[in-house]
């Protein structure tokens, strides 16, 4: 049984100098949210039903622990970080992990919650002290399993599939990869991500590091919300092109239809969750530092049971990162790309004991393993009307929150 008290605590400052080097477990938002430091609890998931195990697992967890949690706030109490694989056969091992502490901060309200499962009474766990965050590690990212031709190959050959009717629509990624030290300190990574990305989700779980646009769902008391993002474009290089590049996403056709597919999936896999589910009509355009997006923001009222993991193993994938239909798009996506996606383009976030939690599309992310290999990850949306050349390019573009971080 787990042992959970949360405490609030003066301003602790910055909260990423908290987390630990090597193995940084971070949720962060324009400077709020948590930290975890060490595991009390690891959950490891497999195989096709790897979310809806976790969400399962994750009730009987909370329906056990003993709680006390006065400060009530997102990210207060018992909170499990995770982090799932893209497909049922990844190689890559899904988690929930239940840190030792966590620091964490909303709007101006800060705590600390230690969590234990001690029988009994829990044992002090001194707070940890900030570390100063080490030096940021620099490499070059690299195109590792398809290159720029392979890469239009395989574009040219999905259009070919949905201009024949197979299918409307496949998200195709390429991989890129990067040495750094061994024992670099990913704070720095993340850092270095959330400063330059503050409005994004910026991320650190088992390995896996990005700063993502893209919200699957954020769940609080009973309402969640999900932004969904699909159509991109590369922002103007003075005001006057940059308005212009927002205006015709705005107005693409191409464009327009591919966010239709996301918008229309995350709608339908909601709805047996949910009493409602509401979605502006037309899709507004988010401004990143490196791009311009569609996006479209829907609301939901949950039915009683629903928890953010439930709706996470619904949702998951969305034609954001498949494409549709979806069981079409992803067996493309096993047949032309010749890599595992690993946990990119699948969910990341955290869980509470109620079932509230913040969960994003790893995306603008990155792993790195124990060594200091890194791998990243970028796709596009490919419809029938794609032009290969420009789906490189966006590519490109996606690869640069990483590419940015490490130079
Ligand atoms: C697939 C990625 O991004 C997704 C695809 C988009 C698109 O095709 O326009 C836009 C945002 C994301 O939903 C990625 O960042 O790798």
């Not at 050959?157 to 990913?186: N, Q, W, Y």
């Not at 779980?205 to 646009?213: E, F, I, M, Q, R």
């Not at 159509?231 to 006057?240: D, E, I, K, Q, V």
């Not at 069981?327 to 869980?351: S, T």
Request: proline content about 7%.
């Amino acid at each position: 049984m787990l042992r959970v008290v949360t405490e609030t605590v003066p301003d602790p400052g910055p909260l990423l100098p908290y987390a630990e080097p090597g193995t940084p477990l971070v949720a962060l938002r324009r400077g709020d949210g948590i930290v975890g430091v060490g595991e009390t609890l690891r959950l490891e998931y497999r195989g096709p039903d790897r979310i809806a195990e976790a969400a399962a697992q994750w009730r009987s967890v909370s329906d056990l622990a003993h709680v006390d949690d006065p400060v009530r706030r997102p990210g207060s109490g018992l909170v499990a970080f995770g982090t799932f694989a893209f497909a049922d056969d990844s190689g890559a091992t899904s988690t929930l992990i239940v840190p030792e502490l966590i620091i964490g901060r909303h709007e101006g309200v800060s705590w600390v919650t230690r969590l234990s499962v001690e029988q009994g009474g829990l044992e002090p766990v001194s707070t940890p002290l900030p570390r100063p965050i080490g030096e940021r590690p620099r490499a070059t990212l690299a195109a590792s399993s398809l290159s720029r031709d392979a890469f239009m190959g395989v574009v040219s050959e999905a259009l070919t599939r949905i201009r024949g009717g197979e299918l409307e629509k496949v998200v195709i990624a390429r991989d890129a990869t990067a040495r750094i030290p061994a024992d670099s300190d990913r704070r720095a990574l993340v850092d270095e991500l959330a400063q330059a990305y503050p409005d994004c989700l910026t991320f650190a779980v088992d390995g896996l590091v990005g700063a993502s646009p893209e919200t699957l769902v954020n769940v609080h008391a009973r309402e969640a919300s999900a932004r969904v993002l699909a159509g991109s474009t590369a922002r103007g290089a003075n005001a006057a092109d940059d308005a212009a590049a927002a205006a015709t996403l705005a107005t693409s056709t191409k464009d327009l239809d591919e966010h239709a597919f996301a918008v229309q999936s995350v709608l339908q896999s909601l709805r047996p969750h949910a009493r409602a589910v509401t979605a502006s009509e037309l899709p507004f355009t988010l401004k990143l530092p490196n791009l311009w997006h569609l996006a479209t923001d829907v609301a939901i009222e949950l039915g009683e049971q629903s928890s953010a993991l439930d709706l996470v193993a619904a949702l998951h994938p969305t034609a954001a990162v498949a494409g549709s239909p979806t069981a079409d798009a992803l067996a493309l996506i096993a047949a032309l790309e010749p890599f595992d996606r690993g946990r990119y383009a699948a969910p990341v976030g955290w869980i509470d004991q109620d079932g509230d939690g913040e969960w994003v599309i790893a995306l603008r992310c990155a792993t790195v393993d124990a060594d200091g290999l890194l791998t990243a990850h970028a796709g596009a949306g490919i419809v029938a009307d794609s032009d290969p050349e420009a789906e490189l390019a966006e590519t490109r573009m996606k690869f640069r929150p990483i590419a940015d971080a490490l130079r």
